[in-house]
């Protein structure tokens, strides 16, 4: 029985491809965490760009602490193959950070 290799999306650029395709599986799954990692990170960044307007009123979410912009999104870190939740907003060119809490409690 023969197995067919899984087929690139059309977009993926010939070099990164074979780039790729020369990898283990060890550094392939690393690959893969790096890349997921890399794209939240920059979805997050888009969305802290696409802020409403300094001025421009929002609803608080119910569960928002005082100390947190209503600008604030909520992003995932992974720590230690844990994952926890934190607000996060952009203050000048930095980008902070607060402690929401676990994704999964019941770990």
Same mark, same amino acid.
């Given at each position: 029985m023969s197995y067919e290799p899984p087929t690139p999306p059309p977009n993926l650029?010939?070099?990164v491809v074979n780039a790729? #395709?020369?990898l283990g599986p060890t550094r392939l799954r690393?690959?893969?965490h790096y890349a997921e990692a890399l794209a939240e990170h920059k979805e997050r960044e888009a969305r802290l760009e696409d802020e409403s307007p300094e001025g421009e009123l929002e609803e608080r979410s119910d569960d928002?602490?005082?100390?947190v912009?209503? +600008?604030a999104t909520?992003?995932?870190k992974e720590i230690n193959d844990n994952r926890y939740y934190y607000w996060q907003w952009r203050e000048g060119d930095k980008i902070k950070? +607060?402690?929401k809490g676990?994704? #999964?409690p019941d770990r």
């Open positions: 650029p010939t070099e790729l #395709n020369e690393d690959v893969a928002l602490p005082d100390d912009p209503t +600008k909520i992003t995932v950070s +607060k402690y676990p994704v #999964n």
